[in-house]
């Protein structure tokens, strides 16, 4: 060893960065990097999960321009709001994802988080602090966030198969094998709607029987609802989360207004618990609370605040509802036509929200990017949101020949 690479060795022993090993890119953000490095002009950006209107763009709803400039000048003051957030905003988002009143569930608690992200870390922890030990189940694939949430936290993680990629179709037999083998206490992490990466939803009657079975064998939902309005509609994305309003003894739920407000980067959430005594949900909150100190001390106010301006307003509501609608159904007529577009895609049409995972191998998701300038995940997601009606059918040529994954 020489002189230089023995000082090296001790310069690191003593850095307290000296452990710290190189971290693989997330492969969604370096996405967005390398699209936008991409110089071609007939690229196609089927990436991260971010809405684009017909222009391709990602623009500020109108009831959120209008809401922001209402806080310009009506807001008097930024100081603290406290741990729980803005109250107004988690008690109106509590309305659109439960019903009125919290769908009359009477125990519950709830805090305003930094995005959906913010509200799975916090609700994971809750759980690790809570029921040590217990697993998360979480069918495959899934948002690529959700493990390193729960991991980290200390979650033990358990799996099924959510999704045959390659017959594209929910493998509902395997989610019910799942559930009945899981341990009681056990918790189940659920796409709400508009499932990521797959777009594959399940039905009304199949959200029933997994309640029944839920409720039957002392499991716990976690319902991550990041899509609502972006499916079928408002009360109609709810159906899931509210299969377990009057079921579950115990439930958490995170919220996320990135997408149906596009919002994004103001990172806007909030994560609701279902308890079954007022003792229960006064132990969650102030463990909530006790935990969210430590993470962020209070969530960031200014999205919170644009959304409760929306909701409590009869108008500005009026109109996001008329904008989420509009996004809805830009993105179910793209599905429809790219459905259309080659047989290989009918079940697209039945699918919901943003995404859909096509089987495509990772070698051909390459072979796209750089051949032909079309950015997808190396799972095969794509967002459906990202193509535009000139670019269907171009997307299909391409895509088409190279399906087939086993
Ligand atoms: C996505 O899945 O593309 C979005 O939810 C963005 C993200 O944070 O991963």
Same mark, same amino acid.
């Given at each position: ?8 060795m ?11 090993e ?5 492969a969604?953000?370096s ?14 950006d ?13 623009p ?10 209402r ?24 309305d659109?994802?439960?019903g ?7 125990y ?15 609700g994971?922890?809750l759980?690790?602090?809570g029921?040590?030990?217990r697993?998360?189940?979480m ?10 949430i729960?991991r980290?936290?200390g ?5 099924y ?8 179709r929910?493998?509902?037999d395997?989610?019910v094998?799942?559930?009945?083998q899981a341990e ?21 009657d199949q959200?029933?029987e ?16 990041a899509?609502? +309005?972006?499916g079928?509609g ?5 159906? /899931?989360?509210? *299969?377990?309003?009057?079921? !579950?003894?115990?439930? @958490? ?7 149906n407000f596009?919002?994004y980067?103001?990172?806007?959430g909030?994560?609701?618990v279902?308890?079954e ?5 006064a132990?969650?909150h102030?463990?909530l609370?006790?935990?969210?100190r ?5 969530p960031p106010?200014?999205g919170?605040a644009?959304?409760?301006?929306i ?13 989420? +609608?509009?996004m ?7 599905? /429809?036509?790219? *459905?259309?577009a080659?047989p !290989?895609?009918a079940? @697209? ?7 859909a ?18 950015y ?6 794509i967002?459906?949101?990202?193509l ?10 391409l895509?088409v ?6």
């Open positions: 060893m020489s002189t230089t690479q023995a000082a090296d001790a310069n690191a022993a003593l850095s307290p960065f000296g452990a710290l190189h971290q693989p890119g997330d969604l953000l996405l967005i990097v390398a699209c936008a490095a991409d110089p071609r002009p007939d690229k196609i089927l990436g991260v999960g971010v809405y684009r209107d017909a222009k391709g763009e990602t500020v709803l109108d009831c959120v321009k209008l809401a922001e400039r806080l310009v000048e009506e807001q008097g003051s930024k100081a603290y709001l406290g741990a729980d957030g803005n109250r107004v905003f988690v008690s109106l988002l509590g659109v994802v439960f009125e009143g919290m769908g009359g569930r009477s519950h608690t709830a805090l305003q988080t930094p995005g959906g992200t913010g509200a799975l870390c916090l994971a922890e759980i690790a602090r029921n040590p030990g697993s998360i189940w069918g495959e694939p899934t948002w690529p966030n959700h493990a390193p729960f980290k936290a979650v033990p993680i358990k799996t198969e959510y999704y045959d990629v390659a017959a594209m929910v493998r509902f395997l989610l094998q799942a559930l009945e009681r206490g056990d918790v189940f992490l659920l796409h709400g709607c508009c499932h990521n990466p797959t777009g594959a939803e399940l039905t009304g959200w029933q997994i309640s029944r079975i839920m409720s039957a064998r002392g499991l716990v939902p976690f319902v991550d609802v899509y609502q +309005g972006l079928d408002l009360a109609e994305d709810a159906a /899931g989360v509210r *299969a377990f309003l009057n079921t !579950a003894s115990q439930a @958490l739920v995170a919220v996320s207004c990135s997408k596009g919002i980067r103001e990172r806007t909030a994560l609701y279902l308890a005594t007022a003792d229960e949900a132990r969650c102030e463990n609370v006790s935990l969210s430590v993470f962020w001390s209070m106010d200014h919170a644009i959304v409760a301006a909701l409590e307003n009869h108008e500005l509501k009026q109109m996001w509802r008329h904008e989420l +609608g509009e809805r159904d830009r993105i179910n007529s793209l599905r /429809g036509q790219l *459905a259309a080659h !290989a895609f079940p @697209l049409a039945s699918q919901r929200g943003m995404f995972t096509l089987p495509l191998s990772p070698e051909a998701v390459l072979s796209l990017k750089e051949g032909h300038g079309v997808m995940t190396l799972s095969g997601r967002n459906i949101a990202g535009g009606a000139e670019t269907v059918s171009r997307f299909a040529e895509a020949p190279l399906l087939g994954r086993s």
